[in-house]
């Protein structure tokens, strides 16, 4: 049903909503050189020589106004995804609440009950936008609900409340989760890919594997290596067991604090596997996988991060410097769980695919993923392939695939 993309492209620097406010500036101008055509009626017989020229002159510049204003608007509504305008027309409306958050979480009676019913709206438009046919206005809720629900408790982001929490968690010297650890199981032969979509069906393979595995593809280059490692979503949806990608994790690495036991856990692999300097890495997720991904990209692994390539993975709240290519299904709401959209950089490029989905399980399932991944590498989008050529994967070149089994302790 297409497919909208933004970002990437360093041409294109200004917001949607700064293209709007310009394009709205250049109507307003050209009205006002319309107006100054008559100005000058009224003002005596000396007037008349400067209003002929006024009537020569602005009639064309106003047209050239126009049609300044009138590209400006198409620039705006081309450029940007149907659902990067919506979500940051939500973000636009519930940022108010962040000036008022403070109070809205103090424990004062009289706005303890604005408090507990912004969290209770916030929780109702959860659970209408996990209900029913996902569509972009089904992740629209979900993304109102975190900010609701986060500004109702004094917090500006879900990050915020958290982050907060765990570091109290920390200074009262209480773990805030275990640790993690990889043992290799498998080594296979592997050819190096390029595509998208083959990226997306080497984590869909991942989930095939019993347990909780991880695919770490070598291939030698220059001095070095490139490493590209491929980091499933969650799988458990418990606190607690043994399966590192459980809701857990998803919590820890949400705050941010400590490394989640599944980046411990992909670190430890990348460990046995001697990563280092002279090494670089591409990370590829889904879901949980996408944002342990991202948490690495923006800390100091000790190896070099070529880049990110993001599965449905809430990772718009991270400042990642490395090249990103983020897809994401509009009818999936795992993405905005941050209650934030993501960048429009020239080093980022996010592509949201416009399709129907019976749950939003399904939309974000990583089978749906795959097929959206398809489409993306038939984008002609200027942005996408930007970003892509710098991913520097060669494809076609022999290596190892070294398969790692998780585990959380």
Not at 265 to 285: F, I, R
């Amino acid at each position: 049903m297409g497919l909208g993309v933004y970002g990437g492209n360093p041409v294109v620097v200004a917001s949607y909503h700064e293209l709007v406010r310009i394009s709205g500036q250049l109507q307003l101008a050209a009205s006002n050189l319309e107006h100054a055509r008559f100005s000058a009626s009224g003002l005596g017989f000396a007037a008349i020589p400067n209003q002929i020229q006024l009537a020569l002159v602005l009639p064309d510049l106003e047209d050239r106004v126009r049609d300044l204003a009138i590209k400006a608007q198409y620039a705006a509504d081309s450029y940007f995804s149907t659902e990067g305008r919506v979500i940051g027309l939500i973000n636009q409306i519930l940022s108010p609440l962040s000036v008022v958050s403070t109070w809205l979480g103090q424990p004062i009676p009289v706005m303890d009950g604005s408090t507990k019913m912004l969290a209770n709206v916030g929780s109702a438009f959860a659970v209408m936008g996990l209900t029913g046919r996902a569509n972009l206005a089904k992740a629209a809720l979900v993304t109102a609900s975190v900010r609701l629900t986060t500004a109702a408790f004094g917090y500006n982001s879900a990050q915020h409340l958290l982050g907060e929490q765990q570091a109290n968690l920390k200074l009262a010297a209480i773990p805030i989760d275990c640790s993690g650890k990889a043992e290799l199981v498998k080594i296979s032969r592997v050819s190096s890919v390029n595509s998208i979509y083959e990226h997306a069906n080497a984590v869909a393979t991942t989930y095939k594997n019993p347990g909780s595995r991880i695919f770490i593809d070598v291939f030698k280059h220059g001095y070095g290596r490139k490493l590209v490692v491929y980091i499933p979503g969650t799988q458990s949806l418990s606190l607690g067991g043994s399966n590192p990608l459980n809701m857990r994790s998803n919590l820890t690495a949400f705050g941010g604090v400590e490394k989640s036991p599944t980046q411990l856990a992909v670190l430890s692999a990348l460990s046995e596997l001697k990563v280092g300097p002279k090494d670089s890495v591409l990370l590829v997720g889904h879901s949980q996988g996408a944002l342990i991904a991202g948490q690495i990209a923006t800390s100091k692994p000790g190896f070099e991060v070529d880049g990110l390539i993001s599965f449905g993975g809430p990772i718009a709240q991270l400042d990642i410097k490395v090249p990103v290519v983020a897809l994401q299904n509009h009818g999936d709401p795992v993405p905005h769980l941050s209650g934030q959209i993501n960048p429009m950089q020239d080093n980022w490029v996010t592509a949201s695919k416009f399709s129907e989905y019976d749950s939003v399980i399904d939309a974000h399932k990583i089978a749906s993923y795959v097929e959206s991944a398809k489409e993306l590498d038939e984008s002609s989008d200027p942005g996408f392939h930007r970003v892509h050529e710098q991913l520097g994967i060669q494809p076609g070149q022999a290596g190892l695939r070294y398969t790692f089994e998780l585990t959380r302790n």
